[in-house]
């Protein structure tokens, strides 16, 4: 069975993660992202969303009944052991998705030779070790307050490892300054040269 490179792609917040992921799709990579699947749990899975409720209340409920991912936020943001039970709970659930779609693209006939999933958290939890390899993506502070970036982003930030050990730690590092060409001939780059791994 080919399977593809599997490559994981992580930084911190602003630093252009998702816009890595969006140039490994422009070439020829099948992508997922884990924000994504934490989406589609928070709308999609009935244990989930029920135990946030029993957790932290029906005040994180939208007008629409469902989640409501802002008000989690600056609930589990403001108390570190709100957000360690919150990422206990959805973390395994992440994992197995993302696991689960390399599989699946595996078992195609024709399967992508990579496949990148954004994982934010990657060496905080461990997760490098499901990678065939690790990109990791950083920029200056004051590049990523340009971005958009969400006022809780101090209290996120608390729990990340430094950038400069993801930098020393993975496969490839890219220092997101410049232009999208850029970030797009750098990806472009890293796609050759895992496409020619066995």
Not at 171 to 188: I, K, Q, R, W
Request: proline share 4%.
């Amino acid at each position: 069975m080919s399977r593809p490179v599997a490559v994981a792609i992580t930084g911190g917040i602003g630093a252009g993660k998702s816009e890595v992921l969006a140039a490994f799709a422009r070439h020829g990579a099948a992508t997922i992202s884990s924000d994504e699947i934490v989406h589609r749990l928070l709308r999609e899975d009935g244990e989930v969303k029920a135990a946030i409720v029993q957790r932290l209340g029906e005040g994180v409920l939208g007008p629409d009944g469902e989640i409501d991912r802002g008000k989690v936020g600056r609930i589990v943001f403001a108390d570190r052991a709100e957000l360690v039970w919150l990422e206990a709970l959805l973390h395994p659930r992440v994992v197995s998705v993302y696991l689960r779609w390399r599989e699946e693209l595996a078992e195609l006939e024709d399967p992508p030779a990579v496949c990148a999933t954004e994982v934010p958290l990657l060496y905080e939890t461990g997760g490098e070790a499901r990678f065939d390899a690790v990109v990791a993506v950083t920029a200056s502070t004051e590049t990523r307050v340009g971005r958009k970036i969400l006022p809780d982003a101090g209290l996120r930030e608390q729990r990340l490892i430094p950038d400069e050990d993801k930098l020393r730690r993975a496969d490839f590092a890219f220092v997101n300054e410049g232009s999208l060409e850029e970030l797009d001939a750098f990806v472009a780059r890293v796609v050759e040269e895992l496409s020619r791994r066995e």
